[in-house]
């Protein structure tokens, strides 16, 4: 067959519309955040997590009472229109030692993460990447400080300094970080023979540019959500401590030391116990649920349909 140039004409105005069938680009951020949407617990626990932050930072200017007032005329009353949470032993409003109490448990569940962010990532990078004995060696570490019980760091720690934010601070600091580690390290063997990461090699780009620049984000998938399940790891242990009378010094109160203190009168005051388990309940479920969003949201294969 003769081709002839009257055969290529241009496509008249009326089906130029026609000819645009392509979707419109879409970056990977924007996939997720599609994706992460049509998770309807995922966003409810996103929505639980806005609001609690919002009650830490208001709500302990609402009730018009500090988290340190006593009143021994109101001991353990129950809640009413003046308290609404209650009265604790003391007579001091539960409302705002609860949300006095979520400003310190949200904070150190977000301190945690980003540290162990920080550390992991570099520390499981650096050890995945160079491999060979420097790997090893790293690796034997990482697994001697998780042979180490837990509550031996907080004692040694209570010792060299007082009970508080900053002795349940180092502890989770030093034990929450070697989890992140090993995932990262898991992450980057499996990408560091990829084609790109030998094509950056082959042009002579420097180790930690390839890490920083190729490696690490192409596992950002699981370690924002490692991060994300952390901060109620980290809120729950610190409840925990405080639990067991190595948390905050008095006056002040996380959600593990309301329900320490709410414990004593469970049977004849239940209010006090039970505001701040809810609380710890809730924002469990809600990173939980934020969590398993976003591994569906970032699985590469498909993750929600």
Not at 22 to 30: C, I, L, T
Not at 37 to 48: C, Q
Request: net charge neutral; with cysteine; proline share 5%.
């Amino acid at each position: 067959m003769e081709i002839k140039p009257q055969m290529f004409q241009p496509l008249p105005d009326e089906l130029q519309a026609y000819e645009n069938t392509s979707p419109p680009a879409h970056g990977y951020w924007k996939d997720v955040w599609s994706r992460f949407k049509k998770h309807k617990l995922a966003m409810t626990g996103l929505i639980i997590i806005g609001l609690l932050v919002l009650m830490s930072v208001i709500g302990p200017c609402m009730s018009g009472h500090t988290y340190y007032d006593q009143d021994l005329s109101m001991v353990n009353r129950a809640p009413n229109s003046i308290y609404w949470f209650g009265t604790d032993a003391l007579g001091r409003d539960l409302f705002t030692r609860v949300w006095w109490g979520a400003r310190i448990s949200l904070f150190i569940g977000l301190l945690t993460s980003v540290t162990c962010l920080v550390i992991g990532v570099l520390y499981g990078g650096i050890s995945g990447y160079l491999g060979g004995r420097a790997d090893e060696i790293m690796m034997r570490l990482v697994e001697v400080l998780l042979s180490i019980p837990f509550l031996l760091y907080v004692i040694l720690l209570i010792i060299l300094f007082e009970p508080g934010l900053k002795a349940i601070f180092l502890a989770l600091g030093l034990v929450c970080w070697l989890n992140m580690a090993r995932i990262v390290r898991g992450q980057v063997l499996s990408l560091k023979e990829r084609e790109y990461v030998l094509a950056a090699r082959l042009l002579g780009i420097s180790k930690w540019r390839i890490l920083s620049r190729h490696l690490i984000p192409n596992a950002m998938g699981p370690i924002i959500v490692t991060a994300t399940l952390l901060v109620p790891e980290a809120i729950f242990t610190e409840a925990f401590l405080s639990f067991l009378g190595l948390g905050v010094s008095s006056p002040q109160a996380s959600w593990g030391v309301l329900a320490s203190e709410g414990m004593h009168g469970l049977r004849n005051y239940p209010w006090q116990l039970f505001f701040p388990a809810f609380l710890i309940s809730l924002t469990m479920f809600a990173f939980n649920f934020v969590g398993d969003g976003l591994r569906d949201a970032m699985d590469p294969r498909g993750g929600l349909t």
